[in-house]
């Protein structure tokens, strides 16, 4: 299968490296000219999983597309404020058939690739892996993950279905989901708890985690989201939820994870997700007339955190 990943940043390499060991035909696109550079000049390297590894892919830079080679799968893995231009700046690569596939973190995506993308060709998740950019062309991989997703088109759960084995084939443990914007919000709430606060409190989720009051910030937080995915007929089960949010402390999985909103704003001073993710939640809480005082506040919070470190 011709894969191409729109976004080759942290999580688009380990995706591409992924599907590349499990013998795909991979290209990546990203926007970064440093970071295209070094791919083309040295390979992709990672430590993964503690081995470090170099593979060679073929890479392109976003503002350079210099093929009309059709894909069969486009994975989109930019960030959300990125998402658009990719879109726009990919189109020689989509055909009719293409299927794009987006694993972005944050609410609402789909009303963006909708403009540019037929309905059934679009299929939406969201994913527990993780992976830090360690500079150009270098990215650090390590623990397990999963995906979830779903087709948005009527008739192709199927499709969907495909998709997901696809995924399995290569390691990336993904299984189709029949209520795709249940997990979409669930997986908002993990970025909507750890991703603000590890950022503000400089700290990976195994020592937010470890804190007195973490509990009760996270059980707020979430019913917050809960109450605005309430109103668009989402009913999330917040216990339920709330465990799977801690589950993300334990250092013997993804607690020792610094979160990419952390690695975004604290180590690279770039600006952040924020308003896709809590900032959503406020925006449709002030639509929705439901209030969300501790979303409002940690979406100011970033906002001034970015403000002092200059982030741009
Ligand atoms: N990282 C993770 O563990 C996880 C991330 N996600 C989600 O996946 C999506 C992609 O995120 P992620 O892979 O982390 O993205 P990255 O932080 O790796 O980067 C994406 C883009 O940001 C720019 N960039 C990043 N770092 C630098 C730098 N040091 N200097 C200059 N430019 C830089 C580049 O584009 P440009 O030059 O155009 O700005 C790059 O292509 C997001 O929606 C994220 O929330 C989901 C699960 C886990
Ligand atoms: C790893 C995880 C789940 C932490 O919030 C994530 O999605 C991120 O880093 O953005």
Redesign the pocket.
Same mark, same amino acid.
């Given at each position: 299968m011709k894969v191409i990943i729109a976004?080759?940043?942290?999580?688009? $390499? +380990?995706f591409g490296i992924m599907l590349h060991k499990g013998g795909n035909d991979v290209t990546l696109v990203? $926007?970064?000219?440093? #970071?295209v550079n070094a791919i083309k000049e040295n390979g992709l390297k990672a430590n993964f999983n503690g081995e470090d590894i170099t593979v060679n892919v073929p890479v392109m830079l976003?503002s350079e597309i210099n093929t009309d080679k059709k894909a069969d799968l486009i994975i989109l893995? /930019? !960030?959300?404020m990125?998402l658009n !231009?990719m879109l726009q700046d990919i189109k020689p690569l989509i055909a009719k058939n293409t299927k794009i596939l987006c694993?972005?973190?944050?609410i609402g995506h789909e009303d963006t690739i909708e403009k540019y993308i037929p309905m059934k060709n679009i299929f939406i998740g969201? /994913?527990?892996? /993780?992976?830090?950019?360690v500079?150009?062309g270098q990215?650090k991989l390590f623990g397990n993950?999963s995906v979830e997703l779903e087709n948005l088109g009527e008739n192709q759960e199927d499709s969907a279905k495909e998709l997901a084995t696809f995924l399995s084939e290569s390691g990336l443990n993904a299984k189709y989901s029949d209520n795709i914007h249940y997990s979409i919000y669930r997986?908002a709430c993990v *970025?909507g708890t750890m *991703?603000c606060l590890c950022s503000i409190l400089d700290v990976n989720m195994a020592e937010f985690g470890a804190t007195k009051p973490a509990h009760d910030i996270v059980v707020t937080v979430v019913n917050e989201f809960a109450a605005v995915a309430k109103h668009e007929g989402v009913d999330l089960d917040i216990e339920e939820v709330v465990s799977h949010v801690e589950s993300c402390f334990d250092p013997e999985t993804i607690g020792k #994870?610094y979160? $990419?909103?952390h690695?975004?704003l604290i /180590?690279?001073h +770039?600006l952040t997700?924020i308003d896709?993710?809590n900032g959503a939640v406020s925006r449709k809480g002030k639509k929705y007339n439901i209030p969300t005082p501790y979303c409002d506040l940690l979406t100011q919070l970033i906002h001034c955190k970015e403000d002092i470190l200059g982030a741009s």
């Open positions: 976004g080759a940043g942290a999580m688009g $390499s +380990r990203d $926007s970064w000219p440093d #970071h976003q893995f /930019t !960030k959300s990125q !231009k694993l972005l973190n944050g969201n /994913t527990m892996w /993780t992976a830090g950019l500079g150009p990215v993950g997986k *970025n *991703n #994870h979160p $990419s909103m690695q975004d /180590t690279n +770039r997700e896709y993710i």
